[in-house]
């Protein structure tokens, strides 16, 4: 069975930061697409990054560009997720997925996905 299992998330105030990981279950997610997501209250689940297989190449949504980065260690089986300049629109459940993709395409669909962990900025 696969499990993907975020940590790092807590409260943190506005302009911190904070690090996000996901640990993968199977050696498999070494060769996929690994990606971010988040979903505020009352919001619509929304795309924050994804890094590909080889960890050469991520791409970020619009709200996070420029703040955020994600790396990942295929050692460790891991993908983190770096958030600087946090502010309290930053909200949210934090969710790590995997494709069944090696490479970030249009329409790349998620198969995999973690529990959440909550990301709360204060004022």
């Known amino acids: 069975q696969v499990h993907l299992v975020e940590s790092g998330g807590g409260l943190v105030q506005a302009g911190g930061s904070l690090r996000l990981s996901c640990a993968a279950s199977s050696r498999a997610f070494s060769v996929a697409v690994m990606g971010w997501f988040r979903q505020a209250p009352g919001k619509d689940r929304e795309f924050v990054g994804a890094?590909?297989?080889?960890?050469?190449?991520?791409h970020f949504g619009p709200s996070v560009k420029g703040r955020f980065s994600i790396s990942r260690d295929t050692a460790e089986n891991t993908v983190s997720l770096e958030m600087n300049s946090l502010s309290p629109e930053d909200t949210a459940v934090y969710y790590c997925?995997?494709?069944?993709?090696?490479?970030?395409?249009?329409?790349?669909?998620?198969?995999?996905w973690g529990q959440g962990t909550q990301v709360t900025v204060t004022s």
């Open positions: 890094i590909n297989w080889s960890g050469d190449y991520t």
């Open positions: 997925a995997a494709a069944r993709s090696r490479e970030i395409v249009a329409g790349i669909e998620y198969a995999y």
